[in-house]
């Protein structure tokens, strides 16, 4: 129970912080990033093995993207 707590209180914090940035896009973008490495902790801890590798091939992916530049 304390952790659902904990991540409540994180959520909460991160809403405010977005509400106090420069423009209302910056607010949501930081939203969205918050919730895209929750949800990646998520995958981690309920499926190692799968979120591994997707992750994985997501890194592979963004490298091979950059050595294009």
Do not use: C, D
């Amino acid at each position: 129970m304390f952790i659902y707590v904990l991540a409540i209180v994180f959520y909460v914090f991160a809403l405010i912080a977005a509400f106090k940035m420069e423009t209302p896009l910056k607010g949501f973008l930081f939203v969205l990033a918050i919730a895209g490495v929750t949800g990646l902790l998520y995958l981690f801890i309920n499926f190692p093995g799968t979120s591994g590798i997707s992750v994985a091939m997501m890194l592979g992916a963004f490298i091979l993207k950059q050595g294009r530049r």
